[in-house]
């Protein structure tokens, strides 16, 4: 029970794992799209950051909408230990969540789109888990690098909130925050579903879809 009740808590800064100072190693190229995984990025695209669930299935989610995506990654962030191993995030000790960036051209796919992707991906209610995966490593979040992607994700969740308590889900438990530090995770977990097609996925939505709009025309 002790250990359970560790990874469904957020840790006290003074008893997080203390982490490293390096970067762990991770990939180079992304593994579907062949792009760079590391910056710098083309100058026509931003960055997006999701926490929401797996982050093999998050992933998958987001290089699969096609055009417009560069490239995706997975990694930690929201905790409190520097440059953090998988096994150290899932001990619950570092405070992080399992997160994807996703690397966009905001001309050819919207942030809209991307948090259309978001909430009908996972049930953005479980608080500290998702499905079977339990644990702060699991928690809903969107991360915001800009103010206007901070507006979009607030307006999307009222609106998301909306319509599940319409099918009778209870609040919304997703965390909006300025985007914190990314810490890229080792490179066996980047496009993981890609190299192990049938590997583990936990993630699944609710089945009530998101009335967001697209802002912009995009092919996927």
């Given amino acids: 029970m002790f250990s359970f009740s560790k990874k469904i808590e957020m840790p006290q800064p003074s008893k997080a794992l203390p982490g490293r100072p390096d970067p762990i190693p991770t990939a180079e190229t992304h593994y579907v799209l062949g792009t760079k995984l590391q910056e710098p990025y083309p100058t026509d695209t931003e960055k997006a950051l999701f926490g929401m669930g797996c982050f093999w299935g998050a992933e998958r989610k987001f290089w699969e909408l096609g055009e417009g995506i560069y490239a995706t990654a997975v990694g930690y962030a929201g905790g409190f230990t520097p440059n953090p191993t998988y096994h150290e995030v899932c001990t619950g000790l ?77 609040p919304i438990t997703t965390e909006i925050k300025d985007a914190p530090a990314f810490y890229f995770a080792e490179a066996d977990h980047q496009q993981y579903l890609a190299k192990v097609p049938h590997g583990y996925c936990g993630l699944g939505g609710t089945g009530v879809s998101c009335p967001i709009g697209t802002g912009v025309s995009q092919g996927a």
Avoid: C
């Fill in 94 to 170: 570092t405070g992080h969540n399992e997160v994807v960036l996703v690397v966009y051209r905001p001309e050819i796919i919207s942030y809209e789109r991307l948090l259309q992707t978001f909430w009908e991906s996972h049930d953005p209610t479980q608080g500290m888990q998702q499905g079977n995966d339990v644990g702060t490593q699991y928690r809903s979040g969107i991360y915001a690098f800009t103010p206007a992607q901070r507006d979009a994700a607030d307006s999307s969740k009222k609106m998301y909130e909306a319509a599940l308590k319409a099918k009778g889900y209870g």
